[in-house]
């Protein structure tokens, strides 16, 4: 079992910048690709951003220039810092791990963009 725990969400203005953190407990040593879905209000979830364990990235081509993912493997920790921030950006940010077949989802943290 993997436990993770989002924070960083919030308010704030458009053009603005935030830094999500995903803390992840429990069988860490199994945890591979580590990474960020969000869900806005009336759409399906969508990808955001994975990194392996070696820390290679992919990102979704919406946020490609404006979000950074990253990952301290010591800290068991994955980062999505996001700048620029667009009000179409507003939606629920969840983290993930994957454990072979199995990914985890974390609960979500809210992030809302004002115009």
């Known amino acids: 079992q993997v436990q993770l725990v989002e924070s960083g969400g919030g308010l704030v203005q458009a053009g603005g910048s935030l830094r999500l953190s995903c803390a992840a407990s429990g069988s860490i040593f199994s945890i591979s690709d580590m990474g960020w879905y969000r869900q806005a209000p009336g759409k399906q979830r969508e990808l955001v951003a994975i990194i392996t364990r070696a820390g290679i990235t992919t990102y979704a081509a919406s946020v490609t220039g404006r979000f950074t993912i990253s990952r301290d493997n010591a800290k068991n920790t994955v980062y999505l810092q996001i700048n620029g921030l667009k009000p179409d950006d507003t939606a629920v940010y969840y983290c993930?791990?994957?454990?072979?077949?199995?990914?985890?989802w974390g609960q979500g943290t809210q992030v809302a963009v004002s115009s």
């Open positions: 993930t791990a994957t454990t072979g077949l199995y990914k985890y």
